[in-house]
């Protein structure tokens, strides 16, 4: 299996099967020949394949990686090329013209391999994403309202191949560990952990830990952070954090470590971050923002979001927001936004939590050539958030903070609009925009009331008898 003794090292982990293994160093390229019998291995095994060629290639080890987590294909030679938007193209159907010559990529396979399977093998970055299986459909997502959508598609349909890319703009270090919010919702929510009532964190978590950092508290010196006791951090939740905070100090990226907290879990859904790179979310404030009858923060300051949502309780307006990082960072999901069959936008907060997506390259470029394929979701019922801040965020930066307000923001990328009944009388409006309207209950309060939404909202994402601009009433 290719030159050296590379085959040794196959043999003892049973690949056995592999019809080649070649690197050509004037190109830089690595090129693997898979075989129908090697299928079975490698749906078991991919990263025991990629770390044997890793030992073997190490300067190719990436390329190793793109296959071992992308969909394998029989009789299917996968390359490291790239096309012009840095998509890895191992699996793409078409010519590529790169070093001088051109690398065919054949259409005849008819067997994939999901790049991260169900039972939790785990994979990284958008090569753990390269592909969706038929029938895929990948949701882009925030916190608690997006946990609940991805809750109600598995209440609906438990075989759904569901990918969630999760904002992690809201990422924070909190004394001393990497804390990734809207990730641990969306596991926790669908490992049916999640409390219940607060909607985040462990449901009967303890708080031991955190009120122990009240003995330190006087003792922090001028300038210091430590402890930070408004960011709570439960028990049971704090292993969570201490195991990311250790796989990432070594090395592992942000796409793996989420993976391997999902498997942990027993999440089916494969959890995506945003990007492996840090995107910080953070806020202008418009006013000064009082704590204890002290100012703490003035008008005009830029803070993190989690002190403006946690330690301020979003209880200050904003004057703006910025997404630093995201000119440079790199989207993970960008090709299982590309193949997907359907890509749903949860009902998030669409200003802090789904355009921190938006924001990374390449993401808005195929949302608008996919438009069509694409159905959100309105947070806003009646003019109010469900949850969290987004009404009035919507209306401090100058947005009307009402579902048509919500469709005006999506209305570039997204062709297809699901809002509740309360707000039928905007169906017009927002078919005025080029969207088609779906008029529903979208408040999931029960299971039976969840598994609706996801009913309507997935119908209405891959219905094609609905007319560009009608209106379609999904029942009450």
Not at 64 to 79: C, I, T
Not at 277 to 284: F, I, K, P
Not at 312 to 338: C, D, K, P, Y
Not at 405 to 428: H, N, P, S
């Amino acid at each position: 299996c290719g030159p050296g003794n590379e085959i040794d090292s196959f043999k003892q982990s049973g690949f056995v099967n592999c019809s080649g293994l070649e690197v050509d160093p004037q190109f830089a390229r690595l090129d693997i020949t898979i075989d129908e019998d090697t299928i079975g291995f490698l749906e078991k095994n991919p990263e025991t394949f990629a770390a044997s060629i890793k030992t073997k290639v190490r300067p190719l080890a990436k390329t190793a990686v793109d296959l071992a987590s992308a969909r394998a294909r029989p009789q299917h030679r996968a390359s490291s090329c790239r096309d012009p938007a840095g998509y890895p193209c191992a699996l793409r159907r078409s010519a590529q013209v790169g070093d001088g010559r051109r690398t065919k990529h054949t259409s005849s396979c008819s067997r994939t391999l999901n790049a991260v399977k169900r039972n939790g093998t785990v994979a990284s970055g958008d090569d753990a994403v390269s592909r969706p299986p038929s029938g895929e459909t990948v949701v882009l997502a925030g916190g608690v309202g997006a946990a609940r959508m991805l809750r109600a598609m598995r209440l609906h349909d438990s075989t759904l191949h569901v990918t969630a890319i999760v904002n992690t703009g809201d990422d924070a270090v909190v004394n001393g560990l990497y804390v990734s919010p809207d990730v641990d919702t969306v596991i926790y929510t669908l490992a049916d952990a999640i409390d219940p009532t607060r909607g985040w964190g462990l449901r009967d978590e303890s708080w031991t830990a955190m009120a122990s950092l009240a003995r330190y508290a006087s003792l922090r010196p001028a300038g210091s952070v430590a402890p930070n006791h408004w960011f709570n951090l439960g028990d049971r939740d704090l292993a969570t954090h201490l195991y990311r905070t250790a796989r990432l100090a070594e090395g592992a990226s942000a796409s793996a470590v989420t993976g391997e907290l999902a498997q942990a879990w027993g999440v089916a859904c494969r959890v995506v971050p945003m990007s492996d790179n840090r995107v910080a979310t953070q806020v202008v404030l418009a006013d000064d923002a009082s704590l204890d009858g002290r100012v703490v923060y003035r008008a005009g300051e830029t803070i993190s979001f989690q002190e403006y949502f946690v330690r301020l309780r979003h209880s200050v307006a904003v004057r703006s927001i910025e997404f630093v990082g995201a000119a440079t960072a790199r989207a993970n999901g960008l090709a299982a936004l590309q193949h997907a069959e359907r890509i749903v936008i949860a009902p998030s907060n669409p200003l802090v939590s789904i355009a921190p997506i938006r924001a990374l390259r390449g993401v808005d470029e195929i949302l608008t050539a996919r438009r069509d394929d694409v159905v959100a979701v309105s947070p806003i019922i009646g003019g109010a958030a469900v949850k969290g801040p987004a009404d009035r965020m919507l209306r401090e930066l100058g947005h009307e903070a009402t579902a048509l307000g919500v469709a005006r923001i999506y209305a570039e990328v997204c062709g297809t609009f699901v809002i509740d009944t309360v707000d039928a009388a905007l169906a017009q409006d927002i078919e005025q925009l080029g969207m088609r309207c779906v008029v529903t209950n979208t408040i999931m309060n029960n299971d039976v009331a969840a598994r609706h939404l996801a009913q309507v909202t997935l119908s209405a994402a891959t219905t094609v008898a609905v007319a560009r601009g009608g209106t379609t009433r999904g029942g009450s």
